[in-house]
């Protein structure tokens, strides 16, 4: 059964950092493309980063630019997001996923697999 599973969220002040994990089961993560979301309260879920399976292209949205960065280890099957001077509004929860696509989109619905989500809370 694939599975994603987010660690690594929690408490931290603005202007610290935070590094998310997401540990894939049942399927090699090498052949997806993979992306990290958000979502915070009555908000629409919205896509942080990703990297396509293609050529290791990688895609930020502009609010996390210069900030936050995508890695993925083969060898470990997993995703990493490390995120850096976080502000208040990075505050939501963060999920990882898995696309069958070639080259990933920040966009949802391309994505089969997601993870729980782990929260992220940044203090003013």
């Known amino acids: 059964q694939p599975q994603l599973v987010e660690s690594g969220g929690g408490l931290v002040q603005s202007g610290g950092s935070l590094r998310l994990s997401c540990a894939a089961s049942g399927f090699n993560l090498d052949y997806y493309a993979i992306g990290w979301f958000r979502q915070a309260p009555g908000k629409e879920r919205e896509g942080v980063s990703c990297i396509s399976s293609s050529d290791g292209s990688t895609h930020y949205a502009d609010s996390v630019k210069g900030r936050f960065t995508i890695s993925r280890d083969s060898a470990k099957n997993a995703m990493y997001l490390q995120m850096t001077s976080l502000k208040p509004e990075d505050t939501a929860v963060y999920y990882c996923?898995?696309?069958?696509?070639?080259?990933?989109?920040?966009?949802?619905?391309?994505?089969?697999?997601w993870g729980q989500g782990t929260q992220v809370t940044v203090s003013s």
């Open positions: 996923a898995a696309s069958t696509d070639y080259y990933c989109s920040t966009a949802v619905s391309p994505y089969r697999y």
